[in-house]
């Protein structure tokens, strides 16, 4: 195995991440419901620029701190695990954007072949080399040993702007996802609708947001289906105004009218009408035996109030909103 010592007794050592791991060590606070490290686009809200990238760029020891979100930076969200995959068991650590002072941010390298590593060992890992939009990024130690032009998932670069993509994947960047879920309506995260009044009348408009200027509710990608549950679903995010999802108010259902999506309705997962959803994500839905409009579905009932909020027919205090780096 990768290391003799238990996740606990190696999360304790820590100064750093990886840090020297001395009995003089103190731990770094770890940040479970931080937004956990991923691959996104180019265009997503989530694509970070670090403050620090022109240093980490010239092979210096760098903190990971964000330059467009001050005071936040990559943190640990757990103890390092040990996980096997393919008969190898390596040491695995999850890390992700929040709020936190710098000394408890991650701090690494980029060498000159794009491994970016903390001391101790740790690398940054994508997920089992999956180079798409939504994979976890992590750090692990890898006790075997691989040729370098093989690791494809552990090789990066420093982009222009700052920001850090996959060496063979330029199209993609270290970020996070978001997601848009339910919030009170005096929370700063509250999306406000640029066309709530058109759309409180019964047209069909884009849902472009005054909130959070620059950007629009959108339903990325081709649906998804759920066989079991004889569904058809499509997660909402931020993303460009102009690629906003167009949608109608009818009935008390906001009802897709892309090509796409037409007649999927907005829908809060398992109807959990509370702040956060429970972590579930608000996606537009179309169910196969063509209830999706269901007048008892409480969950899909929606007003537009003046304000500009889309909020919970039933549960008013509650507005969609958004949860993910600070944008707009």
């Not at 398992?270 to 702040?275: P, Y």
């Not at 035996?289 to 537009?304: C, E, I, L, M, Y």
Request: with cysteine; aromatic share 6%; glycine share 10%.
């Amino acid at each position: 195995k990768s290391s003799s010592r238990t996740p606990a007794t190696r999360g304790r050592r820590f100064k750093r991440m990886g840090g020297t791991a001395s009995k003089d060590d103190v731990v770094i606070p770890h940040v479970p419901d931080a937004l956990t490290l991923k691959l996104v686009g180019p265009h997503h809200p989530g694509k970070v620029i670090f403050k620090n990238a022109k240093q980490l760029g010239k092979h210096q020891a760098s903190v990971l701190s964000l330059a467009k979100t001050p005071g936040w930076a990559l943190v640990p969200k757990s103890a390092p695990q040990v996980v096997s995959h393919e008969g190898v068991d390596y040491d695995l650590l999850q890390v992700g954007f929040a709020e936190a002072p710098e000394e408890n941010a991650v701090e690494a390298c980029m060498d000159k072949e794009g491994f970016v590593t903390v001391e101790d060992g740790w690398c940054l890992d994508v997920a089992f080399a999956n180079l798409e939009q939504g994979t976890p990024v992590n750090l692990i130690k890898d006790p075997k040993k691989h040729p370098s032009e093989h690791l494809y998932g552990r090789r990066f670069c420093v982009n222009a702007d700052g920001s850090v993509s996959p060496l063979t994947a330029p199209h993609l960047f270290l970020g996070s996802l978001s997601r848009i879920t339910l919030v009170k309506e005096d929370d700063p995260a509250a999306l406000v609708l640029a066309n709530a009044e058109a759309l409180s009348g019964g047209k069909a408009v884009p849902l472009t947001l005054s909130s959070h200027k620059g950007f629009g509710l959108v339903a990325p990608g081709e649906p998804k289906r759920i066989k079991q549950w004889c569904l058809s679903y499509v997660r909402l995010d931020l993303g460009e105004p102009a690629k906003a999802l167009s949608a109608q108010l009818v009935d008390g259902f906001i009802v897709s009218v892309d090509d796409v999506s037409k007649k999927f309705v907005l829908d809060v997962p398992f109807d959990k009408r509370e702040v956060g959803t429970n972590g579930a994500a608000i996606s537009i839905i179309s169910l196969d035996n063509g209830t999706s409009q269901d007048p008892k579905a409480k969950g899909r009932a929606f007003t537009v109030t003046q304000k500009g909020h889309v909020a919970c027919r039933d549960s008013p205090e509650l507005v969609l909103g958004y949860r993910g780096l600070p944008v707009g």
